[in-house]
Every structure is written in structure tokens, then in C-alpha cells.
């Protein structure tokens, strides 16, 4: 994935018409270029000064795309009465927890390396700050953008709201500190700013299977039933489940849900390619309603069960064609309390 940085910088009072422009008439347009993710705009209301952010499938697509913006970057800084420098960026590592809403908090913390040392920075990054950040609580997403032949990049968080980047700022700086230290990388500047919309899709397979997740969370049906291909989907799971097509998207959301109605899926890992992925999870939930299989049903016990699971996802044009689902069976009828083979 890569990114291309608007930043626009003008007169505070004209923000609001600057991004009431961008976002009715720019966001469109550049959605409707091909390879294109979708549009983030940020701002400081304060000191008149507004991100724009549009997210590409290749780096090919964002160059591409360069003549057909050029217009609608300049119509934004005049509205703004300001100017606009552009940055394009390689965006390596990308997690996210939960999607940003309007009023979301943006940290943009700018670093520089050697460019030799890249890809060490970006490992750190991957290894060491992703944990440490999803840890932290109010975190959305945070992302990684490099240039790898200059050695300058960002990173990039998005917080439940002010208040969650408030409170981050501690923590975050501890751990800017921790990475410079190993890496060798320096911290040139850091800013924060608020959400004034995101429509950036989730294109890769990881964003998708996360996608899924947190569909399934909030109890959306409808939103998650669109991330299946119907007409393709095949489904396996544990005791014989073997369904092809909306039935088995249905049969999968009515079996859990209605046997474990407060359940919740927490992920472990996604590991994920160009194809598919697999993800390593916890579902939790109260057996309160009947759990019906292929091999019968078990009425409802009103225990509490945690279960490690995998979900192992193959997807075409972005949707799911195929979900098998793993699990100890045995285990699940232990927390139950009921014969292995019930179900």
C-alpha cells in the first residue's frame, strides 16, 4: 500500500469551507480513481492547518492518479488561502483495532534514518511498538510510512477521541524514546491533530479478516453478511459442518449467536498473504441459548466458556469465498459440561 500527503496550511477561519469542499467534492473523485483506497483529512483547527491523506493499492496507482488531482489540490489551498506541499510514501506496516470515527485524535510523529537502516526501523516498528501501542487503551489504528530512499517516514496513530490521545502521550513518548534508542532513528517533529472523516477501505486481507472481526462484534449482520461472496462461499467447521453460499454464511451467524448471544471474538494473530490469511483467536460467551449442529443440539447450560479457536480465510475481489473455522470440540463440551459427541 502507499499514501500521498497533502499537507495544507492557511487562514483558521476558512478552514471549515476547505474541508466541506474536500470532503463533498475531492473525496468522491479520488475514490473513483482506480487502485484507490479512500481519503483521511485531519486538521488543527487552531493554527488553520489540514492533512490530506489518500491511500493506493500500488505505487503505480498513485502515479497514475497524479495529473487528476492536481486541480482539485490547488482549488483546496486557494480555499484555504494557504499553500500545500505533497508527500508520497511506501506504507509497510498497518494494524488497526477498531475503525476511526469523525473527532478521532491523529498523532503524526515524523523520524529519519539512515536509509540502510530502513527496514530495521520498520521491523522495530512491527515488532516492538505494534504490540506495545494495541496494548494501549483508545488505540484504533497505527500505521507505518516510509521513504525508503531517503530514510524519512511517520507513524501514524488514531485514538477514540481526544481525550484517548490525551492520555496516550506518556506512553507513546516512552516509546518513541525506546525506539530511537535501538534503531538509531530521530524523532523530528510530533503533531497531533482531529479526524475530520476517513473513508480508507480495507483492501489488504489483514484489513479484511479484522474487518470481519469487528463486524461480528457489533452484532452487524447485514454488514457482515456483504463481506461474503455468496454465490461462491464454502464453509467447514468442527462436527461435520459442510455448507456452500448464504446458507452457510446464515447457519455460521445463527449457530453462535444465538447459542452464545453475549459472545466476542479477541484476536490473537493474523497472518495473512495476497489470497487469504489465518487467524488465531478467543472467543468468549455465555451458553445461554441452544447450540445446534449438525449432529443434534445442546439445550442451554449457562456456562461461561473461552475458546481458542482458528479461522483459516481465502478471498477473491475482496470478499470471503471460503472460511474454515478450528476448534476442540472436547474442550468445548468440558466447559459445557456435557458428553463429547453431543453435537
Not at 454488514?223 to 454464511?249: H, I, K, N, S, Y
Not at 447450560?301 to 476448534?327: C, D, M, P, Q
Request: proline content about 3%; hydrophobic content about 40%; overall charge negative.
Amino acid at each position: 500500500m502507499h499514501v500521498r500527503m497533502n499537507m495544507l496550511a492557511g487562514d483558521p477561519a476558512r478552514l471549515d469551507e476547505a474541508t466541506r469542499y474536500l470532503e463533498g467534492t475531492v473525496r468522491p473523485d479520488v475514490e473513483a480513481q482506480h487502485g484507490n483506497r479512500g481519503l483521511a483529512c485531519a486538521t488543527n483547527a487552531d493554527l488553520g492547518i489540514c492533512v490530506v491523506a489518500s491511500y493506493w493499492d500500488t505505487l503505480d496507482a498513485m502515479t497514475a492518479s497524479e495529473q487528476a488531482v492536481q486541480v482539485s489540490r490547488k482549488e483546496s489551498a486557494e480555499l484555504l488561502r494557504g499553500t500545500v506541499t505533497v508527500e508520497h510514501y511506501e506504507v509497510p506496516a498497518f494494524v488497526r483495532r477498531r475503525r476511526p470515527s469523525e473527532g478521532a485524535g491523529i498523532r503524526l510523529a515524523r523520524f529519519d534514518c539512515a536509509p540502510a537502516s530502513i527496514d530495521a526501523v520498520i521491523e522495530e516498528f512491527r515488532n516492538s511498538s505494534v504490540p506495545a501501542l494495541t496494548d494501549m487503551p483508545g488505540l484504533c489504528s497505527a500505521h507505518m510510512t516510509a521513504d525508503r530512499a531517503t530514510g524519512r517516514g511517520m507513524v501514524i496513530t488514531a485514538w477514540e477521541d481526544m481525550n484517548a490521545l490525551a492520555a496516550s502521550r506518556p506512553a507513546t513518548a516512552r516509546l518513541r524514546a525506546d525506539a530511537a534508542a535501538v534503531t538509531h532513528a530521530q524523532v523530528r517533529s510530533v503533531d497531533e491533530y482531529k479526524l475530520v472523516f476517513s473513508s480508507v477501505r480495507e483492501g489488504d486481507t489483514r484489513s479484511l479478516i479484522e474487518r470481519d472481526i469487528q463486524l461480528w462484534n457489533a452484532r452487524d449482520r447485514e454488514a457482515w453478511m456483504a463481506g461474503f461472496d455468496l454465490d461462491r462461499l464454502e464453509v467447514q467447521a468442527p462436527g461435520g459442518l459442510r455448507l456452500t453460499g448464504r446458507e452457510a454464511a446464515e447457519t455460521t451467524w445463527n449457530m453462535w449467536n444465538e447459542a452464545f448471544p453475549d459472545n466476542r471474538l479477541e484476536i490473537i494473530a493474523i497472518h495473512a498473504d495476497d489470497r487469504g490469511g489465518v487467524h488465531e483467536g478467543r472467543a468468549i460467551g455465555t451458553h445461554t441459548g441452544t447450540l445446534r449442529g449438525p449432529a443434534g443440539e445442546i439445550a442451554a447450560t449457562g456456562r461461561a466458556a473461552e475458546l481458542r479457536f482458528t479461522g483459516v480465510y481465502e478471498f477473491e475481489e475482496g470478499k470471503i469465498t471460503s472460511f474454515h473455522l478450528y476448534f476442540d470440540q472436547a474442550e468445548l463440551f468440558t466447559q459445557l459440561g456435557t458428553a463429547a459427541g453431543s453435537l
